[in-house]
């Protein structure tokens, strides 16, 4: 999730049967979703707050950041780091602070926010983040420092990382709205609100051509123009709704997980049905969730994604199951593919799974 239009797709081959490369324990849920660097270090955090730098090989440390504190008791939302065009990580850490890490594992600076901080976006030499608190802020950063352009409050509670199109609006869910937002450079105006009524507990995405992809609680996945109406939308089914941000590919496709265990693909642009990723019954947990995690999309269409049951499944383009692994343990971890096609994604239980082919 970590790139601007939130893709989730990556131009590697992802693994095509469920052999674990590594699996490494983090000593405490591992919820947020891994980032690769420049030099293929993987960038992870857990609930304990965290951060750690691992060899993409073996799993191992390369360095471990401990700010100390946990990560503010927001249990199931799943964050990432960004990486700034001269490598620094930029963390979501304890206590509403956005973090910025160098290379080494040093602090580098630290910017705090009202709220809990969600994934940051890097584009175009600015940093955009949303906290829990429901503002949206804008970032100049440098290897000398962060400093804070201008800062919005879109309502009261954010469960979802801003996006930005490639015409530059940066899009944030808050409450039961999607904000589109105009940067000015030092101020912020909102260009437009949509509103489905319902909670929206998930970051939206931005298609290739611009239409930005949405779920909601409403029982509906919609399709926006870039003028926030509504280009089409789809009906998940009656008491269905998405936990799941929806994942978009250079090609113009549409991935999206729902509370009953599934993941539709549909073409961006149109709305267009072209195909389901239906998870077996034991998917669904308990409480009848299904998909909470974001699917990842390699370059031949395979898709993976974690369920609240416990288990990480991959599964080809046209529908045939390549694996099902059990964690014994929720899955909000947002998937990634990274490098040459490394698989990574964490469980509650504090694992953090690699596997490749």
């Keep these: 999730m970590a790139d601007p239009r939130h893709s989730s797709s990556s131009n590697a081959v992802g ?6 490369a590594w699996r490494r324990s983090l000593g405490a849920p591992v919820v947020a979703g891994a980032v690769a660097g420049l030099d293929g270090t993987i960038y992870e955090s857990a609930n304990n707050g965290v951060l750690h730098a691992l060899d993409p090989a073996s799993g191992q440390d390369r360095w471990v950041f401990n700010p100390g504190g946990s990560t503010d008791n927001n249990d199931d939302l799943s964050t990432s780091a960004a990486i700034a065009p001269d490598g620094t990580v930029l963390w979501p850490a304890p206590g509403g602070h956005l973090d910025a890490i160098s290379l080494q594992g040093r602090l580098e600076w630290s910017i705090a926010l009202r709220g809990f901080v969600l994934s940051p976006v890097v584009e175009a030499g600015h940093v955009y983040v949303t906290d829990s608190q ?4 804008s970032l100049s950063v440098s290897p000398k420092g962060g400093t804070l352009r201008w800062q919005l409050k879109l309502g009261k ?5 801003a996006a930005v199109g490639d015409n530059g609006v940066v899009y944030a869910t808050v409450d039961n709205r999607l904000v589109a937002v105009k940067d000015s450079g030092t101020h912020a105006q909102t260009l437009w609100i949509f509103e489905p009524h319902s909670t929206i507990e998930v970051s939206p995405s931005v298609a290739p051509d611009g239409t930005i992809v949405l779920g909601t609680n409403d029982g509906f996945e919609y399709g926006l123009r870039s003028t926030g109406s509504v280009r089409w939308r789809y009906p998940l089914g009656h008491g269905i709704f998405s936990y799941s941000t929806p994942a978009v590919t250079a090609d113009g496709l549409s991935y999206f997980g729902d509370n009953n265990g599934d993941v539709d693909v549909v073409r961006a ?6 195909g389901r990723y239906r998870a077996p019954s034991k998917s669904l947990s308990s409480n009848g969730v299904g ?3 974001s699917p990842a999309i390699d370059r031949n269409h395979d898709v993976y994604f974690g369920t609240a049951s416990g288990h990480i499944f991959g599964y080809r383009y046209d529908g045939k199951q390549l694996f099902d692994h059990p964690t014994g343990a929720i899955v909000a971890s947002y998937p990634s593919i990274v490098g040459e096609g490394l698989l990574v994604i964490g469980s509650d239980d504090g694992s953090l799974y690699a596997f490749r082919n």
């Design 157 to 161: 509670v954010s469960f979802g990382s």
């Design 134 to 137: 429901g503002d949206l802020a």
């Design 291 to 293: 998909v909470w995690t």
């Design 15 to 20: 693994p095509t049967s469920g052999r674990l």
């Design 269 to 274: 642009e149109t709305g267009t049905v072209i």
